[in-house]
């Protein structure tokens, strides 16, 4: 059963906004750092966005989507962790994938994957 499931992928235009989605279904993560990566076709797997669960939910931004994309989560019964991506650039495409239990933007350091949900973004 997977832990981590992802959906509000799609296709846009640049400019235009998506807004992810990933449920928690077998855990709570909570007191742990929840994340999105993505990959794009020939490229590495790259950190876009981290949060903690903790007082205040500290961040974690990639350089390349720093305010255009805000984390959030929702730590109720099933944690749901949330990706707003806004002004969207076709250097956005890639599959997008939820990960949990790891530290800040570091893949190697998470252990629960989702998987993936595709954004497609045309110019």
């Known amino acids: 059963q997977d832990e981590l499931v992802e959906s509000g992928g799609g296709s846009v235009q640049a400019g235009g906004s998506l807004r992810l989605s990933c449920v928690a279904t077998t855990l709570t993560y909570r007191g742990k750092w929840m994340a999105w990566f993505r990959q794009a076709p020939g490229k590495e797997r790259e950190g876009v966005a981290a949060i903690w669960s903790g007082d205040g939910a500290p961040t974690r931004y990639s350089d390349s989507v720093k305010g255009r994309f805000t984390i959030s989560r929702d730590n109720a019964a099933n944690t749901v962790l949330y990706l707003q991506m806004d002004r969207l650039k076709p250097e956005d495409t890639a599959m997008y994938y939820c990960?949990?239990?790891?530290?800040?933007?570091?893949?190697?350091?998470?252990?629960?994957w989702g998987q993936g949900t595709q954004v497609t973004v045309s110019s």
């Open positions: 990960a949990a239990a790891g530290f800040h933007l570091d893949s190697g350091s998470y252990t629960d």
